[in-house]
């Protein structure tokens, strides 16, 4: 580099390219520090990701982390045999993680990371499907029509699951009287083809925890009345890092018999930066053989069920990071910290006239409230999430899924990093949007309003 570069400011360097085309590789190429620069400036232009309240995704890790994140960004998760003690860490991580969640025999279940809840529930989901398969080609029986059994409040994952798998998907509707799966009517949705049933524990719409248990109970009934044996797979994306610390004595994950698979987000409340889930079965029997492939490693062989084959290792080492570093205490306060916080932004929406709560974030640490009935003409939520964006905060409003699709609500995702201190911020912002609001005039224009938010 000459004198003349080094001394000269960045984007006022004789000769330097700044103007990029956006959609064509460049000709020539740059200097690092304004590549660099430019490619900074652009993720600026996101906003910042603390004050996304819409997200359940990791937006923070402490300084060892991120260190750690550096020096491993390089490891290749599928490469077992290079990096054969990666490959053990995942293993200790997902055993960790299955004595979390009261597997009845650690060492005979079965568990991989993935790059998410969507990868996880995808193999539960396939799991669940070549079971039913094996079982009904045994007896002779047709395995042309497999269907699941949904909420109808159901993560995206799940409709990609049944549309990519030929899987038909049942959903049954949430209503006013039945704000989640909770075994209402199952009977009416099951049948010999019915590979499982998807309990959520966290709905991604509101992050209530659907009764894992009175679901189990209801198929108990269905397989007493009618001999059909259906397994549940519990999308635990939020709540599997959740209610192990913060409502350990709830019976949901494998203390429920027919509990046969769970997963979860690492990448949410496992505080992981996004890249990163987990799925366990209960025993190595709930996961068909036909599904796994050999991998060689050191000299052996490892079990390997994935969609990816290459994917980051890095994730994997910081959430075994975490779990030395935190351990149940650690797990437990920081969790608690940001319930403490949902519960208190809960209690301070409960009180606005202009609101009514749908959930209070006792479950995951999530809430959503709806527009008081009759309080207003003039404004929607839809404006309120466009007055909030004005002060750099993201809370999204989105209509409930079928059946309820004319109620709008919105919704809070608290995570670590959302203090008090910033919460009580956040409430003044929130009382002077709505203060705004209200005193306008005439009413807020709505047309072409739509939410682009989509889970
Ligand atoms: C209940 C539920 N399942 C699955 C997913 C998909 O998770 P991921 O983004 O880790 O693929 C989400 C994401 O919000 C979720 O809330």
Known sequence: MSDQNQLNPLFARAGEATDFPLNALPPG??????????????????????????????????????????????????????????????????????????????????GTSTIGSSEACMLGGLALKRRWQLRRRAAGLSTEKPNLILSSAVQVCWEKFCNYWDVEPRYVPITDDHKCLDGFELEKYVDEDTIGVVAIMGVTYTGVYEPVAAIAKALDHIQAETGL?????????????????????????????????????AHKYGLVYPGLGWVVWRTVDDLPKELV???????????????????????????????????????????????????????EIAKMPAFDLWNDGTDIPVFAWQLAKGYTDKWNLYH????????????????????????????????????????????????????????????????????????
């Open 293 to 347: 492939f050999d991998v060689t490693y050191l000299g052996g062989h490892m079990p390997s069920f994935a969609l990816n084959f290459s994917r980051p290792g890095a994730q994997v080492l910081l959430q075994y990071y975490l779990f030395l570093r935190l351990g149940w205490d650690g797990y437990y306060k920081v969790q608690k910290a940001s319930q403490d916080v949902a519960v208190y932004l809960s209690g």
């Open 29 to 110: 190429e740059s200097l690092p520090e304004t590549a660099y620069q430019v490619v900074h400036d652009e993720a600026m232009l996101d906003g910042n990701s603390r004050l996304n309240l819409a997200t359940f995704v990791g937006t923070w890790m402490d300084p060892q982390a991120n260190l750690l994140y550096a020096e491993t960004a390089d490891k290749n998760m599928v490469d077992k045999d290079e990096y054969p003690q990666t490959a053990a860490i995942e293993t200790r991580c997902w055993k960790m993680i299955a004595g979390l969640w009261n597997a009845p025999d650690v060492d005979n279940a079965i």
């Open 384 to 455: 309120l999430s466009e007055r909030m964006r004005l002060k750099g905060w993201l809370i999204p409003a989105y209509p409930m899924p079928d059946n309820l699709t004319d109620v709008v609500v919105q919704r809070i995702v608290v995570r670590n990093g959302l203090s008090r201190n910033l919460a009580e911020s956040l409430m003044l912002d929130i009382t002077e949007a709505v203060a705004y609001l209200d005193a306008l005039e005439s009413p807020m224009p709505t047309e072409g309003q739509v939410t682009s938010f989509t889970h």
């Open 229 to 265: 044996d259906i397994p549940i797979h519990v999308d635990g994306a939020s709540g599997g890092m959740i209610a192990p610390f913060l409502q350990p004595d709830l019976e949901w994950d494998f203390r429920v018999e027919r509990v046969a698979s769970i997963s979860t987000s």
